[in-house]
């Protein structure tokens, strides 16, 4: 076993990465779990090619000059009357959100590929047969998100954003942990919730259509993938000692402390503002004070679809919140409001609506099944 796991169900067993030898012992074969086998097989119901246009067309045009990809409200720096004024007054207002757009464009495509190598290296950690299937799997489908982020990128903006320090830090931290619990908290559970939260604020604030179905097709798969972590959740963190159950709760607000600074602070966008005649400078300290409003901040937190909403009720649904760490993010949402949601997660509606899409193309010459979201 990789030191530092904590396995409480042997179907996230777990060896060292060098440890090959392992995957061999006999017994292991005949040893296969069947907790994942629904996802596995649904994998057909949501395929989708991002090098075919029947899929998607990265072909369809939109003029990245004049018409801005989201509403004013979307970007938060337009809350700050000196940027409003300036941009408007330099006619460079749309533009300026579409260089917006890219930076959470880059970050996701960062992100996707953050998941494709921590997939990749599940498979050479994880004994379980099942298990293994199904981190391969979600490679290859991770593998098509990194190509189909890249394609939108380049045919509206031509190239990405590098990736943010914190964003990147974390990633790092993430794919290199000899810990599974570290992977699937910061990866399946943390940044796929990050995912499902900026595919279904993009799916339902972005403008053009090219984007609205890149968001939708990705989300077919991304419901299935925030699943794995919740299964791991469901079967490890009710048979923790208390002082593991403190370790994993604090690695989860670690990992969303991070994702909320790079999403949210404004010194990593210093270059946007410069680009545009803006004072980095005083763009930031202007910010810093629309951030610290309270009531303001709240009043975003409340939407559906808010990215840190979404992570907030993804760690509170799989038990790693508790009273040790709720105040800590009561600071942004009502913790009693979110409980009074339910399990059901933003997002499962667009991939439900989706996969529909996806089974009249890839089944148009046979009935579909119903749709199941992230079957367990």
């Not at 796991?5 to 995957?23: C, G, L, Q, R, W």
């Amino acid at each position: 076993m990789a030191d530092g796991n904590i396995t409480k169900d042997v179907m996230y067993d777990a060896v060292a990465p060098d440890d090959f030898e392992s995957m061999l012992e006999l017994d292991r074969y005949n040893a296969r779990s069947t907790a994942f086998d629904k996802i596995i097989s649904a994998t057909h119901d949501h395929f989708w090619d991002p090098l075919d246009p029947k899929y998607i067309d990265f072909s369809e045009p939109w003029d990245m000059e004049n018409e801005a990809l989201l509403p004013d409200d979307q970007i938060m720096s337009l809350g700050v009357p000196y940027v409003l004024e300036h941009l408007e007054k330099t006619g460079q207002k749309a533009r300026f959100i579409n260089e917006m757009a890219l930076w959470n464009f880059s970050s996701i495509l960062h992100g996707e590929q953050g998941a494709l190598n921590l997939s990749a290296s599940l498979c050479h950690v994880l004994k379980d047969q099942g298990a293994q299937e199904y981190a391969a799997n979600q490679t290859r489908e991770e593998a098509r998100h990194v190509t189909a982020f890249a394609k939108y990128i380049k045919a509206r903006w031509g190239r990405p954003r590098p990736c943010g320090d914190v964003l990147k830090t974390l990633l790092v931290e993430i794919i290199e942990a000899p810990e599974v619990y570290k992977k699937i908290i910061g990866m399946q559970m943390l940044v796929e919730g990050l995912a499902m939260g900026a595919f279904a604020a993009g799916f339902q604030y972005n403008r053009d259509p090219l984007a609205k179905k890149l968001f939708q097709l990705v989300m077919t798969d991304e419901a299935f993938h925030h699943k794995f972590g919740k299964i791991w959740a469901d079967r490890t963190i009710p048979k923790m000692t208390q002082a593991e159950r403190d370790m994993v709760e604090d690695w989860a607000a670690h990992c969303f402390q991070s994702l909320l600074f790079n999403m949210g602070s404004p010194n990593q966008q210093a270059g946007v503002y410069a680009d545009f005649g803006l004072d980095p400078d005083r763009v930031r300290a202007e910010l810093v004070i629309l951030i610290q409003n309270d009531e303001r901040r709240r009043e975003r937190l409340k939407s559906q679809t808010n990215i840190f909403r979404v992570l907030i009720k993804t760690l509170f649904n799989s038990g790693l919140i508790t009273e040790r760490t709720r105040a800590f993010y009561a600071t942004y949402v009502d913790m009693d409001e979110l409980k009074a949601e339910g399990d059901k997660m933003v997002g499962d509606d667009i991939a439900e609506e989706g996969i529909k899409y996806l089974q009249a193309i890839n089944f148009k010459d046979r009935s579909a099944a119903p749709v199941t979201i992230a079957a367990e």
